[in-house]
């Protein structure tokens, strides 16, 4: 290269440079807003306050089941029950039994359990040809880890479970059936359930060969306790306020976390509930909490009753699946990539508890539910709506329709304690011409119907008709139920 063009490639690389040096850009892609965006907050003590509350928010819908179950603990308790002590209610429950969606046609025998000190013993009784018992024993997250009842582990036939806690891995006494619980506190709930010929004397009979005990007792444990609260108020139901957290921390101080759930003992470390650190927000902390479980109580009541699709039972009705389900037929909405904690929380935990670990293509009991009416309108508080139930409906036991408050998804109080009605009833019912009835729910009992009449007490109704030993036609569904219709 001679000068001139040695001078040539100097003043072109000089060129170059600077025109790279005017195009530089101000600053990297990414990393930042917009420009033209502010922060929503100016101050960073409220931007934290913001944080705590939707961090709370997503905590509540995350932790529905497990609170819900505390719930029976807590209302056990309160009755001057304890642990191992079981609860058998001596005949259909009342209003006093505050729990979501219980029926109140075949009594309850209910217990709680602490694995924290060993191995308890469940030793279930064998159906008779009078009565039978059929739930579940369930872990804190109330997930059903054993069936009880013709299709359960006993298979009607009674057995002597050994439920053991988490880790445990002593020897099985002779006789005994082990069953490994996911978590430390557990509960059970059966219902006895009578056969056409079974009375109450039967139901109360059967209950009362029911034991529970700590495997520490053997060979001789004591008898069990048990207390009947048929006239008892049982408050299970879930606090809606700052109280929600006081039994979250609580949870989580006696439970084993899963893997799935470290993300959120996270999120909960961050506002305040951490296992092993004492429970003590301040009155602001208290106050947004408030705000979060009331905000997501809204925000379920407003999904639950979004219809979805496959929800409802029959395409041209109203009444929906309560055994709606998720892919793997059951209730823990997990997947393999997934916890999808809104279903698990809306459906079904919200509004109802215990079912079985995994829905049978044609379970023994089905139960089907309604907040519409046939023009698809949301049930209003002290309307009076009808339904009418043909002569034959496809059940080799019984059917029943109860009513709750959609507030609580709890019984009504009513003077007349009369949440529901069943064909057990119907020899004291106003008949239809072709041998069906007309059931009726609202504030006041249509003239001269009464003994068909369901009281509202002036709350928004939500209508659960349940079907046990539901035939093929049910299932088949050539059988429908008509819709209900609103009266006034």
Excluded at 18 to 36: M, R, Y
Excluded at 194 to 207: I, R, V, Y
Excluded at 273 to 298: C, Q, S
Excluded at 357 to 375: C, F, K, L, N
Aim: charged share 25%.
């Amino acid at each position: 290269m001679n000068m001139k063009q040695h001078i040539i490639a100097i003043v072109a690389c000089t060129f170059a440079v600077s025109s790279f040096a005017a195009e530089l850009p101000t600053d990297p892609v990414g990393g930042q807003p917009p420009a033209d965006t502010k922060p929503s907050f100016t101050d960073f003590e409220s931007f934290r306050d913001q944080v705590k509350y939707q961090r709370a928010f997503e905590a509540v819908l995350w932790s529905v089941p497990m609170v819900n179950k505390l719930g029976l603990r807590r209302g056990t308790m309160a009755i001057g029950g304890d642990n191992n002590v079981v609860l058998a209610w001596s005949a259909g429950v009342k209003p006093y039994f505050e729990a979501l969606t219980p029926n109140n046609v075949s009594p309850y025998v209910n217990c709680t359990m602490d694995l924290s000190n060993g191995p308890v013993v469940v030793d279930v009784p064998p159906a008779n040809d009078k009565a039978g018992l059929f739930g579940q024993i369930a872990d804190h997250w109330y997930q059903t880890f054993v069936d009880i009842g013709p299709i359960g582990i006993d298979k009607g036939k009674g057995a002597k479970l050994l439920v053991t806690p988490p880790g445990w891995s002593g020897d099985v006494p002779a006789g005994f059936t082990e069953v490994k619980s996911p978590s430390f506190r557990i509960d059970f709930a059966f219902r006895n359930v009578p056969s056409p010929t079974g009375t109450q004397k039967d139901l109360n009979e059967l209950a009362s060969k029911v034991a529970v005990y700590n495997m520490s007792e053997l060979p001789n444990p004591a008898p069990t306790k048990f207390i009947d609260p048929l006239n008892e108020r049982w408050p299970t139901l879930a606090r809606y306020d700052e109280r929600w957290f006081e039994d979250l921390h609580d949870i989580i101080n006696v439970e084993n976390t899963m893997p799935r759930d470290k993300a959120m003992m996270g999120l909960l470390k961050n506002i305040g509930i951490e296992k092993g650190k004492p429970y003590n927000p301040d009155e602001k902390t208290k106050a947004i909490y408030r705000k979060a479980v009331v905000d997501a109580y809204h925000y379920m009541q407003a999904t639950f009753a979004e219809e979805l699709p496959n929800e409802a039972w029959w395409d041209d009705r109203k009444w929906r699946n309560i055994f709606y389900h998720d892919e793997n037929m059951g209730f823990t909405w997990e997947t393999d990539s997934l916890v999808d904690y809104d279903m698990r929380a809306v459906r079904p935990w919200f509004s109802a508890i215990y079912f079985p670990r995994q829905v049978a293509a044609e379970p023994a009991t089905m139960y089907i539910a309604t907040m519409h009416d046939g023009d698809g309108e949301l049930f209003e508080a002290g309307a009076t709506y009808s339904l009418t139930v043909p002569k034959d409906v496809p059940v080799k036991q019984f059917w029943s329709l109860t009513i709750y408050d959609r507030d609580t998804y709890s019984f009504i109080y009513s003077p007349e304690e009369r949440p529901g009605l069943s064909s057990r009833d119907t020899g004291k019912m106003t008949k239809n011409a072709d041998g069906g009835v007309t059931l009726y729910f609202g504030p006041k009992a249509p003239k001269g119907l009464e003994a068909n009449w369901i009281p509202t007490s002036g709350k928004k109704p939500y209508a659960m008709f349940r079907f046990y030993g539901p035939e093929e036609t049910f299932y088949n569904k050539t059988f429908k139920l008509n819709d209900v219709v609103r009266v006034d």
